[in-house]
């Protein structure tokens, strides 16, 4: 997990998730749209997988 990624998980989630898959940005989409803690949160943990 770069640092790249990390500052734009917190800036933007669903940009910073965007090479995992359209399945992993769809939901960080969805959960930045209802509120923007999720979505961060959401963006944080699916970077952390290392899968």
């Known amino acids: 997990m770069s640092f790249i990624r990390v500052l734009l998980a917190i800036i933007f989630p669903p940009l910073a998730v965007i090479g995992k898959g359209c399945g992993s940005f769809l ?6 749209l209802c ?17």
Do not use: E, F, Q, Y
Request: zero cysteines; charged letters at 0%.
């Open 35 to 51: 509120g923007w803690v999720p979505g961060v949160i959401a963006a944080l943990i699916i970077l952390n997988n290392p899968n």
């Open 27 to 32: 939901i960080v989409l969805l959960l930045t």
